[in-house]
């Protein structure tokens, strides 16, 4: 296996230029946001008048917040949006309704797959950004906070309890991952 060098700024040659990264970064972030304010659209327009309902509301204020400053970001520097926003959108409103359809503890465990990959991917990304893009780690920090939160409130709520939990979480926390591919890139 061929060890492969980095450079002083932690990117491989043809990566790119640290802007760019940047830039890929807030993209999917500004994506990965909009999907998780339509999943909680899908599941309240199911689970809306329900007592998981005002749980879901709760936090789907607090992504509104999260999408909000991302929406922000894309604007004041420049950064092309995903192409894939009309699939997102859609995406994350069926899986919103699906997972409410099938029960308020389904709705949490789609919650509690979403918001693993998403807080580790915010984890990641922290890691990744320097000393000069201090603000923007400081938000993605926050967000951190705040989705791991979520995936504590799911799991409060049952979460673990569905039927087939495993298989579902599964399949939600391999299509985040895929939706936070494709958002990188396109």
């Given at each position: 296996m061929t060890k492969r060098r980095h450079t002083?700024?932690?990117?491989?040659?043809?990566?790119?230029?640290?802007?760019?990264?940047?830039?890929?970064?807030?993209?999917?972030?500004?994506?990965?946001?909009?999907?998780?304010?339509?999943?909680?659209?899908?599941?309240?327009?199911?689970?809306?008048?329900?007592?998981?309902?005002?749980?879901?509301?709760?936090?789907?204020?607090?992504?509104?917040?999260?999408?909000?400053?991302?929406?922000?970001?894309?604007?004041?520097?420049r950064v092309r949006p995903t192409a894939l926003s009309p699939l997102w959108n859609v995406a994350g409103f069926a899986l919103g309704v699906g997972s409410a359809l099938l029960g308020p503890r389904a709705a949490m465990a789609c919650t509690e797959a979403v918001e693993s990959v998403i807080s580790e991917h915010y984890a990641s990304q922290a890691r990744r950004l320097g000393d000069d893009e201090a603000d923007l780690r400081?938000?993605?920090?926050?967000?951190?906070?705040?989705?791991?939160?979520?995936?504590?409130?799911?799991?409060?709520?049952?979460?673990?309890?569905?039927?087939?939990?495993?298989l579902l979480t599964g399949a939600i926390r391999r299509g985040t991952r895929l939706a936070i591919r494709l958002s990188t890139r396109l």
């Open positions: 002083r700024d932690g990117l491989l040659p043809g990566d790119g230029t640290v802007r760019d990264t940047v830039d890929a970064m807030i993209r999917v972030d500004h994506a990965g946001e909009f999907g998780a304010k339509r999943i909680y659209d899908g599941q309240l327009a199911v689970l809306g008048g329900t007592r998981a309902g005002e749980v879901i509301r709760r936090m789907a204020e607090q992504e509104q917040k999260h999408l909000d400053r991302f929406d922000e970001l894309i604007v004041t520097r400081a938000t993605i920090e926050e967000f951190r906070q705040d989705e791991m939160a979520h995936h504590d409130t799911a799991l409060e709520h049952g979460a673990r309890e569905t039927p087939a939990h495993g």
